[in-house]
T-cell receptor
Framework: EDQVTQSPEALRLQEGESSSLNCSYT??????LFWYRQDPGKGPEFLFT???AGEEKEKERLKATLTKKESFLHITAPKPEDSATYLC?????????????FGRGTSLIVHP | DAGVTQSPTHLIKTRGQQVTLRCSPK?????VSWYQQALGQGPQFIFQ???????QRGNFPDRFSGHQFPNYSSELNVNALLLGDSALYLC??????????FGQGTRLTVV
């Protein structure tokens, strides 16, 4: 069974204080690992897809990295508008379930 | 591009009733997936539709059913509503199962 564990559950940062969110996963064969941002009461907003270990992608203050067992979402010099819940999901390769499995998310609050 | 649109945005139903939620995919997308998200949880996969057929299904009872129309739009139907069905229902669209983009969701409250 595919599993995704995100840590920490909640994170409070001061504006400008860089940090990382973790997504540990277990999947029979990885097709893709996805990061989303979700604001309260809204649908998740797509950020990145990573496909293979060693891959990195960046968008503004966010950088996502991938190893064979986990992914990190690095936030550099965060601003209050980065406050949101960040969700990680994995999708198994063909031959696996192909059903995306989401973690419970990390709730990030950035104080001015 | 309007992105993925869902309707209605909010809905209140009574236990035992039936509900239909609607989703229009992002332009150019042919695959629609539905998710249920309880408060404080990640989205749980309900099912996926491609070429008007259910391609994959998560661990949800038969009370949850769906449909995809020739224009790729989709409906989620839930029969015999339970209090536990209260959640944010999300629709996501993609092109041939690629990167999925979500709508804003429908908040369903069952009383």
């Amino acid at each position: 069974e595919d599993q995704v564990t995100q840590s920490p559950e909640a994170l409070r940062l001061q504006e400008g204080e860089s940090s990382s969110l973790n997504c540990s996963y277990t999947v029979s064969g990885l097709r893709g690992l996805f990061w989303y941002r979700q604001d309260p009461g809204k649908g998740p907003e797509f950020l990145f897809t990573l496909y293979s270990a060693g891959e990195e992608k960046e968008k503004e203050r966010l950088k996502a990295t991938l190893t064979k067992k986990e992914s990190f979402l690095h936030i550099t010099a965060p601003k209050p508008e980065d406050s949101a819940t960040y969700l990680c999901a994995v999708q198994a390769a063909p031959g696996g379930s192909y059903i995306p499995t989401f973690g419970r998310g990390t709730s990030l609050i950035v104080h001015p | 591009d309007a992105g993925v649109t869902q309707s209605p945005t909010h809905l209140i139903k009574t236990r035992g009733q039936q509900v239909t939620l609607r989703c229009s995919p992002k332009s150019g997308h042919d695959t629609v997936s539905w998710y249920q998200q309880a408060l404080g949880q990640g989205p749980q996969f309900i099912f996926q539709y491609y070429e008007e057929e259910e391609r994959q299904r998560g661990n949800f009872p038969d009370r949850f059913s769906g449909h995809q129309f020739p224009n790729y739009s989709s409906e989620l139907n839930v029969n015999a509503l339970l209090l536990g069905d209260s959640a944010l229902y999300l629709c996501a669209s993609s092109f041939s199962g690629g990167d999925a983009f979500f709508g804003q969701g429908t908040r369903l409250t069952v009383v």
